[in-house]
Protein backbone atom coordinates (compact mmCIF):
# COMPACT_ATOMS: atom_id res chain seq x y z
CA UNK A 1 0.00 0.00 0.00
CA UNK A 2 1.47 3.64 -1.09
CA UNK A 3 0.43 4.75 2.03
CA UNK A 4 2.29 2.97 4.13
CA UNK A 5 5.37 3.85 2.12
CA UNK A 6 4.99 7.06 2.47
CA UNK A 7 4.30 6.80 6.07
CA UNK A 8 7.19 5.25 7.33
CA UNK A 9 9.85 5.63 4.12
CA UNK A 10 11.31 3.69 2.37
CA UNK A 11 15.54 3.83 1.90
CA UNK A 12 15.66 1.36 -0.72
CA UNK A 13 13.09 3.10 -2.94
CA UNK A 14 14.69 6.72 -1.95
CA UNK A 15 11.22 7.45 -0.64
CA UNK A 16 11.39 9.97 2.08
CA UNK A 17 8.68 9.83 5.11
CA UNK A 18 6.08 12.34 4.50
CA UNK A 19 2.44 11.88 6.40
CA UNK A 20 0.39 14.17 4.84
CA UNK A 21 0.70 12.11 1.20
CA UNK A 22 0.35 9.48 3.15
CA UNK A 23 -3.56 10.48 4.03
CA UNK A 24 -4.14 11.60 0.77
CA UNK A 25 -3.51 7.53 -0.44
CA UNK A 26 -5.01 6.24 2.99
CA UNK A 27 -8.14 8.05 1.83
CA UNK A 28 -8.19 7.03 -1.34
CA UNK A 29 -7.57 3.20 -0.67
CA UNK A 30 -10.44 3.92 1.73
CA UNK A 31 -12.95 5.72 -0.88
CA UNK A 32 -12.16 2.24 -2.90
CA UNK A 33 -13.17 0.01 -0.32
CA UNK A 34 -9.51 -1.23 1.23
CA UNK A 35 -10.91 -1.11 5.06
CA UNK A 36 -7.48 -2.25 6.06
CA UNK A 37 -6.48 1.62 5.47
CA UNK A 38 -8.93 2.24 8.48
CA UNK A 39 -6.58 1.49 11.15
CA UNK A 40 -4.19 3.79 9.73
CA UNK A 41 -6.09 6.55 9.18
CA UNK A 42 -7.92 6.44 12.69
CA UNK A 43 -3.80 6.42 13.92
CA UNK A 44 -3.10 9.35 12.05
CA UNK A 45 -6.43 11.52 13.01
CA UNK A 46 -6.27 10.39 16.64
CA UNK A 47 -1.71 11.18 16.65
CA UNK A 48 -2.74 14.27 13.94
CA UNK A 49 0.49 12.89 11.93
CA UNK A 50 -0.02 14.82 8.14
CA UNK A 51 -3.69 16.18 9.37
CA UNK A 52 -4.75 18.02 12.14
CA UNK A 53 -6.05 15.80 15.04
CA UNK A 54 -9.46 14.67 15.21
CA UNK A 55 -10.81 12.52 17.23
CA UNK A 56 -14.26 12.25 15.72
CA UNK A 57 -12.65 11.08 12.32
CA UNK A 58 -9.98 9.29 14.35
CA UNK A 59 -13.58 7.15 15.55
CA UNK A 60 -14.53 6.83 12.53
CA UNK A 61 -12.44 5.35 10.41
CA UNK A 62 -12.15 3.09 13.69
CA UNK A 63 -15.34 1.62 14.14
CA UNK A 64 -16.06 1.28 10.68
CA UNK A 65 -12.86 -0.65 9.84
CA UNK A 66 -13.88 -2.64 12.62
CA UNK A 67 -17.37 -3.17 11.70
CA UNK A 68 -15.89 -4.26 8.58
CA UNK A 69 -13.77 -6.67 9.73
CA UNK A 70 -10.50 -5.45 10.41
CA UNK A 71 -9.01 -7.74 13.09
CA UNK A 72 -6.60 -4.63 14.28
CA UNK A 73 -9.15 -2.37 14.82
CA UNK A 74 -11.26 -4.47 16.31
CA UNK A 75 -9.10 -5.43 19.11
CA UNK A 76 -8.07 -1.96 19.70
CA UNK A 77 -11.83 -1.28 19.85
CA UNK A 78 -12.02 -3.97 22.66
CA UNK A 79 -8.94 -2.32 24.36
CA UNK A 80 -10.67 0.79 24.39
CA UNK A 81 -14.05 -0.28 25.78
CA UNK A 82 -11.79 -2.25 28.18
CA UNK A 83 -10.81 0.56 29.32
CA UNK A 84 -6.62 0.33 28.16
CA UNK A 85 -6.73 2.49 25.01
CA UNK A 86 -8.18 5.68 23.52
CA UNK A 87 -9.39 7.17 27.32
CA UNK A 88 -9.38 10.43 24.95
CA UNK A 89 -12.24 8.89 22.78
CA UNK A 90 -14.21 6.36 24.86
CA UNK A 91 -15.41 5.62 27.69
CA UNK A 92 -15.20 2.36 29.38
CA UNK A 93 -17.87 -0.32 28.89
CA UNK A 94 -17.11 -4.01 29.58
CA UNK A 95 -20.49 -5.18 27.17
CA UNK A 96 -18.88 -3.59 24.65
CA UNK A 97 -15.04 -4.88 25.67
CA UNK A 98 -16.57 -7.89 25.24
CA UNK A 99 -18.40 -7.80 22.12
CA UNK A 100 -15.30 -6.67 19.99
CA UNK A 101 -13.32 -9.31 21.75
CA UNK A 102 -15.30 -12.04 20.72
CA UNK A 103 -15.07 -10.66 17.13
CA UNK A 104 -11.73 -10.23 16.62
CA UNK A 105 -11.34 -13.72 18.62
CA UNK A 106 -13.80 -15.50 15.96
CA UNK A 107 -11.90 -13.89 13.55
CA UNK A 108 -8.45 -15.82 14.86
CA UNK A 109 -7.01 -13.47 16.86
CA UNK A 110 -5.35 -15.47 19.87
CA UNK A 111 -5.04 -12.18 22.38
CA UNK A 112 -8.09 -11.79 22.49
CA UNK A 113 -9.49 -14.97 23.09
CA UNK A 114 -6.94 -15.48 25.84
CA UNK A 115 -8.07 -12.03 27.35
CA UNK A 116 -11.91 -13.40 27.55
CA UNK A 117 -10.59 -16.18 28.85
CA UNK A 118 -9.25 -14.11 31.66
CA UNK A 119 -12.36 -11.92 31.90
CA UNK A 120 -14.77 -15.04 32.47
CA UNK A 121 -12.23 -16.42 34.55
CA UNK A 122 -11.94 -13.72 37.46
CA UNK A 123 -12.74 -10.14 36.30
CA UNK A 124 -15.26 -8.46 38.43
CA UNK A 125 -17.71 -6.97 35.97
CA UNK A 126 -18.07 -10.16 33.75
CA UNK A 127 -20.18 -13.16 35.34
CA UNK A 128 -17.50 -15.70 36.05
CA UNK A 129 -18.33 -18.87 33.87
CA UNK A 130 -15.52 -21.77 33.97
CA UNK A 131 -17.17 -23.31 30.86
CA UNK A 132 -17.13 -19.94 29.01
CA UNK A 133 -13.88 -19.12 30.05
CA UNK A 134 -11.85 -22.43 28.52
CA UNK A 135 -13.83 -22.29 25.67
CA UNK A 136 -12.18 -19.28 24.85
CA UNK A 137 -8.66 -21.21 26.08
CA UNK A 138 -9.51 -23.51 23.54
CA UNK A 139 -9.94 -20.45 20.55
CA UNK A 140 -6.62 -18.83 21.75
CA UNK A 141 -4.93 -22.60 21.33
CA UNK A 142 -6.75 -22.64 17.92
CA UNK A 143 -6.07 -19.86 16.91
CA UNK A 144 -4.60 -18.71 13.48
CA UNK A 145 -2.86 -15.52 14.31
CA UNK A 146 -1.10 -15.79 17.64
CA UNK A 147 2.17 -13.63 18.70
CA UNK A 148 2.23 -14.15 22.32
CA UNK A 149 2.85 -18.04 22.26
CA UNK A 150 1.15 -18.14 26.00
CA UNK A 151 -1.69 -20.16 24.85
CA UNK A 152 -0.81 -23.11 25.84
CA UNK A 153 0.74 -22.14 29.28
CA UNK A 154 -2.59 -21.15 29.98
CA UNK A 155 -4.35 -24.26 28.49
CA UNK A 156 -2.29 -26.39 30.89
CA UNK A 157 -3.16 -24.19 33.89
CA UNK A 158 -6.73 -25.02 32.76
CA UNK A 159 -6.01 -28.47 32.85
CA UNK A 160 -3.85 -29.27 35.93
CA UNK A 161 -6.85 -27.11 37.73
CA UNK A 162 -9.83 -28.46 36.12
CA UNK A 163 -11.53 -24.93 35.28
CA UNK A 164 -13.99 -25.53 32.77
CA UNK A 165 -12.65 -29.31 31.85
CA UNK A 166 -11.95 -32.33 33.33
CA UNK A 167 -8.86 -31.82 35.37
CA UNK A 168 -5.98 -34.13 32.90
CA UNK A 169 -2.74 -34.05 34.05
CA UNK A 170 -0.93 -35.47 30.88
CA UNK A 171 -2.57 -32.96 29.29
CA UNK A 172 -1.45 -30.11 31.80
CA UNK A 173 2.11 -32.05 31.15
CA UNK A 174 1.72 -31.77 27.45
CA UNK A 175 0.65 -27.83 27.48
CA UNK A 176 3.68 -27.02 30.46
CA UNK A 177 6.15 -28.76 27.97
CA UNK A 178 4.79 -26.94 25.00
CA UNK A 179 5.36 -23.60 27.19
CA UNK A 180 9.32 -24.19 27.05
CA UNK A 181 11.31 -23.16 29.63
CA UNK A 182 7.95 -20.77 31.19
CA UNK A 183 6.03 -24.31 32.13
CA UNK A 184 8.98 -26.05 33.64
CA UNK A 185 7.77 -25.56 37.36
CA UNK A 186 4.44 -26.73 36.11
CA UNK A 187 5.61 -29.97 34.51
CA UNK A 188 7.60 -30.74 37.75
CA UNK A 189 4.60 -29.89 39.76
CA UNK A 190 2.20 -32.37 38.02
CA UNK A 191 4.34 -34.59 37.47
CA UNK A 192 4.60 -35.68 41.52
CA UNK A 193 1.10 -37.43 40.75
CA UNK A 194 1.95 -38.93 37.32
CA UNK A 195 3.12 -42.52 36.33
CA UNK A 196 6.20 -42.71 33.80
CA UNK A 197 3.38 -44.00 31.74
CA UNK A 198 1.64 -40.94 32.14
CA UNK A 199 4.70 -38.34 31.79
CA UNK A 200 5.47 -40.54 28.34
CA UNK A 201 2.00 -39.97 26.81
CA UNK A 202 2.11 -36.35 27.52
CA UNK A 203 5.83 -35.94 25.62
CA UNK A 204 4.85 -37.87 22.81
CA UNK A 205 1.72 -35.82 22.16
CA UNK A 206 3.75 -32.53 22.45
CA UNK A 207 6.03 -34.00 20.02
CA UNK A 208 3.17 -34.81 17.87
CA UNK A 209 1.87 -31.17 18.23
CA UNK A 210 5.18 -29.97 17.66
CA UNK A 211 5.49 -31.48 14.45
CA UNK A 212 1.76 -31.01 12.96
CA UNK A 213 2.19 -27.23 13.70
CA UNK A 214 5.90 -27.37 12.18
CA UNK A 215 7.25 -25.75 15.81
CA UNK A 216 10.09 -26.47 18.00
CA UNK A 217 9.87 -25.98 21.42
CA UNK A 218 13.42 -27.00 23.01
CA UNK A 219 13.30 -29.44 25.94
CA UNK A 220 15.50 -31.26 28.21
CA UNK A 221 13.81 -34.23 26.20
CA UNK A 222 16.48 -33.44 23.57
CA UNK A 223 14.22 -33.25 20.76
CA UNK A 224 16.31 -31.86 17.67
CA UNK A 225 14.60 -30.93 14.42
CA UNK A 226 15.17 -33.54 11.61
CA UNK A 227 16.14 -33.18 7.67
CA UNK A 228 12.47 -34.40 6.84
CA UNK A 229 10.89 -31.39 8.79
CA UNK A 230 10.22 -33.77 12.08
CA UNK A 231 11.38 -33.68 15.54
CA UNK A 232 13.15 -36.36 17.12
Same mark, same amino acid.
Given at each position: ??????????? &???????????????? &??? &??????? @???? +??? !?????????????????? *????????????????????????? *?? !????????? !?????????????????????????? *??????????????????????? +????????????????????????? !?????????????? &?????????????????????????????????????????? @????
Amino acid at each position: MNGIIHFNGNK &KFGIKEDHKKAVVYFE &KAW &KEGVWDA @GYPL +SWI !YYKGLGAEQDYSKSKYYL *EHSAKNGLIISQKRLAKAYWGEKLQ *EM !YSKDIDKAV !YWFKESANQGDSESALILSRLYLNDK *EVDKDLDESFKWVEKGLNAKYDT +SGIAPYIAAEYYEKGWGVDKNLVLA !YKYYDLSGTAGSKG &KSRVSKNMSDAEIEEAIKQSRAWQEEHNTFVPSYYGLQHQSD @GSYR
